[in-house]
């Protein structure tokens, strides 16, 4: 994220981290914090292409929501991409 900090500085896009999943609530239930599937950061390049980086370690795959909403994004016009270190992030083609 230290890299997309520099890059929406340089006024080459904007990001936000996801952080899908759950919270604990004081009365004990819980509330989803994003969608199932949501991409771990999603970011508006120039132009207004949006871009969904799903970041996996190691020899993590994607589940069946995430490959479901990479299905919705792309039918959209949008991308996505599984990412697994800064280099591929920064490989990317805009």
């Known amino acids: 994220m230290d ?3 520099i890059q ?3 006024g080459m896009l ?3 981290r996801a952080g899908a999943g759950q ?3 004081q009365n004990g239930g819980f509330m989803r914090l994003a969608k199932a599937g949501t ?3 999603i970011v508006c390049l120039k132009g207004g292409l949006w871009l969904g980086l799903e970041a996996k370690v190691g020899k993590n795959i994607q589940n069946d ?3 479901a909403v990479q299905r919705q994004i792309e039918a959209l016009g949008g ?3 599984v990412v697994r270190s800064l280099d591929d992030v920064m490989n990317l083609k805009y």
Do not use: C, G, M, N
Request: a neutral charge.
């Open 3 to 5: 890299y997309l900090d």
């Open 8 to 10: 929406e500085a340089r």
């Open 39 to 41: 991409p771990d950061i």
């Open 14 to 16: 904007w990001y936000f």
């Open 23 to 25: 919270v604990k609530l």
């Open 65 to 67: 929501s995430q490959k």
């Open 79 to 81: 991308r996505y991409e």
